[in-house]
């Protein structure tokens, strides 16, 4: 096994490299669970959430009301009431 610091050949077994002493055991690889997947997943819903709110409240004014002659299906429904 080659060290990854210095790459000098070291026993197969050995726990630390026989030149500079660094340590040859692999880490365990971080897997995330699925508490931090629905952690994260929660955090951006909530980021989304806000930006939408604060877009929205930030171009009120430059939204633009559409003529009714425009759009008959809005006229219709709301010189009858309900339709």
């Not at 430059?62 to 009858?80: A, G, H, V």
Request: glycine letters at 4%; a positive charge; aromatic letters at 10%.
């Amino acid at each position: 096994m080659k060290c990854p610091k210095c790459n000098v050949e070291n026993k197969e077994e050995a726990k630390t490299c026989k030149k500079c002493g660094t340590s040859l055991v692999l880490k365990e690889v971080w897997r995330p669970t699925w508490k931090w997947h629905a952690k994260v997943l929660g955090i951006i819903f909530v980021v989304l959430i806000v930006l939408f709110f604060t877009l929205n409240a930030l171009f009120k004014p430059y939204m633009r009301k559409l003529p009714q002659d425009i759009t008959p299906w809005l006229k219709s429904s709301q010189n009858t009431g309900t339709k």
